[in-house]
């Protein structure tokens, strides 16, 4: 099945630091990838649509200057955490559709990144 | 804009029996609704999805319903295991585009 592998699994950083973390199709080609955001038994919430080649697309009220995707390749999107504060302390997922797809098609996840910002 | 309610933060079950998860929005029916399993720490899987089109989707001890009328999904469990236990999550496009949005989950424990 469809792979999305995403790194760090974890990280702790200092605050005023910058994380970056990889998420990457592994057998398939995503021209989308999205990021999302989820806090202790709460929601998924969408922050961004990372699109291949072009700039990403923010949901209302992520700061986009905070949140810096780039999505160089079929198979990769980078999410950077510039400036982080203890707030920003989160798990991160990000999910890829399969470009042969079809938009009906699933989100393939990763398994997240648990950052903590002390 | 589209709102989901998962109605039961938790549910309890004996294992064996028939789970039964809901799944309302609120706005416009969408296209199609998916449903994912999440584990503690771990990215969520897709499970099903079904098409506005059609009432019902079955694999194997799965099966989920789709009432445009009534705005609700239904996601039964047969004959649950204790490894069913886990975080199961309703999504839908938002807006009929392609982004997809989740509602909160309903926990789901399967006791022994």
């Known amino acids: 099945g469809a792979v999305v592998s995403q790194h760090p699994s974890r990280v702790i950083c200092k605050s005023g630091t910058s994380v970056k973390i990889e998420c990457r199709s592994l057998?398939?080609?995503?021209?989308?990838m999205f990021w999302y955001r989820q806090f202790p038994k709460k929601s998924l919430m969408l922050m961004a649509t990372s699109n291949e080649g072009s700039k990403a697309t923010y949901e209302q009220g992520v700061e986009k200057d905070k949140f810096l995707i780039n999505h160089a390749s079929l198979t990769l999107s980078t999410l950077t955490v510039t400036s982080a504060h203890p707030e920003d302390s989160s798990f991160y997922i990000c999910?890829?559709?399969?470009?042969?797809?079809?938009?009906?098609?699933?989100?393939?996840f990763g398994n997240g990144t648990r950052l903590t910002v002390t | 804009s589209q709102k989901i309610e998962q109605n039961s933060e938790a549910l309890n079950i004996q294992e064996g029996k028939t789970a039964t998860l809901t799944c309302n929005y609120t706005?416009?029916?969408?296209?199609?609704l998916q449903w994912y399993r999440q584990d503690p720490g771990r990215g969520p899987v897709f499970l099903l999805l079904?098409?506005?089109?059609?009432k019902e989707k079955r694999k194997e001890r799965l099966k989920v319903t789709f009432d445009t009328t009534l705005k609700q999904s239904l996601f039964h469990i047969t004959a649950s295991q204790p490894a069913d236990s886990a975080t199961y999550l309703c999504a839908l496009p938002m807006n009929r585009d392609d982004k997809i949005i989740f509602g909160k989950g309903t926990r789901l424990h399967i006791l022994p």
């Open positions: 079904i098409r506005e089109n059609e």
């Open positions: 999910s890829a559709r399969d470009a042969g797809g079809g938009f009906h098609s699933p989100l393939h």
């Open positions: 706005n416009y029916s969408p296209a199609y």
């Open positions: 057998d398939f080609q995503a021209t989308t």
